[in-house]
């Protein structure tokens, strides 16, 4: 059974720092792709950042630069560091993992492609920027 937990969100000023985390059992992150996603009411859900196996990354292009996506040296944490926060990052924040990337995160930015539909997804933790 999988189960991701996602922590470290919280309330904080415009250009201040968050780190979130995600927690895994029943899957071991170095093998699975994972990615952090961000879902305002009314709007679809949007790719953040998304970490391979061998450690290749991709952004949205609107927080790359700010934010930057790693395992943690625990087999299963995954972190989202986010760094000069605006309040357009103001989302609720999950994270999602899969046995595969797709092979466009090697190439191109989140923004240029399909919509990304993991098979774990955690109960998010609520980003708040003002």
């Known amino acids: 059974h999988v189960q991701l937990v996602e922590s470290g969100g919280g309330s904080v000023q415009a250009g201040g720092s968050l780190r979130l985390s995600c927690a895994a059992s029943?899957?071991?992150?170095?093998?699975?792709?994972m990615g952090w996603f961000r879902h305002v009411s009314g709007k679809e859900r949007e790719g953040v950042a998304v970490?391979?196996?061998?450690?290749?990354?991709t952004y949205a292009r609107s927080v790359k630069g700010r934010f930057t996506i790693s395992k943690g040296n625990a087999n299963n944490i995954a972190l989202l560091q986010m760094n000069n926060l605006k309040p357009g990052d103001t989302a609720m924040y999950y994270c999602?993992?899969?046995?595969?990337?797709?092979?466009?995160?090697?190439?191109?930015?989140?923004?240029?492609?399909?919509?990304?539909?993991?098979?774990?997804w955690g109960q998010g933790t609520q980003v708040t920027v003002s």
């Open positions: 970490i391979d196996v061998d450690g290749t990354t």
């Open positions: 999602g993992a899969d046995q595969f990337c797709p092979r466009q995160i090697r190439d191109y930015d989140l923004d240029d492609i399909p919509p990304l539909d993991f098979a774990y």
């Open positions: 029943g899957v071991i992150f170095r093998s699975y792709c």
